[in-house]
């Protein structure tokens, strides 16, 4: 699971690279601010009020997205992208458990602040 979630988190900070890159197409920019603008946006398939069914189609629907995304970058873009991602998760090893901590947290501070509000 751990791996999955790495894989999947240098290949989205390799897009962030990528997209700034001046040999990007236009078409990969405009995919990646469409998962960008989905993932911030309150309106959604599924409203985020409905706190797992909400979040399900955000999971679903901006991988997706930014997948096709980089099906569309051109090799040597990905490429360099990738190791850039690379480069920062050597020098930063503890940035993803960082962000799985405040995450975590940041959750359990909605479900503390929920329970609170609707129990008096």
């Known amino acids: ?3 999955r979630v790495r894989f999947i988190w240098r290949d989205a900070l390799a897009l962030l ?3 700034r890159d001046h040999r990007t197409p ?3 920019r405009g995919a990646a601010a469409l998962a960008l603008l989905y993932a911030l946006s309150p309106v959604d398939l599924l409203p985020d009020v409905a706190p797992l069914l909400g979040w399900g189609d955000d999971v679903v629907i901006v991988p997706t997205i930014l997948a096709l995304a980089a099906r569309s970058l051109p090799a040597p873009v990905l490429a360099d992208a990738r190791a850039r991602s690379a480069r920062l998760g050597r020098r ?3 940035l993803l458990p960082a ?3 405040v995450l ?3 959750v359990a501070a909605l479900i503390w602040g929920l329970v609170r509000l609707l129990g008096g």
């Open 104 to 106: 975590v947290l940041g």
């Open 26 to 28: 236009g078409r990969a």
């Open 1 to 3: 699971m751990i791996a």
């Open 92 to 94: 930063l090893p503890w």
């Open 17 to 19: 690279y990528a997209i």
């Open 99 to 101: 962000l799985g901590a």
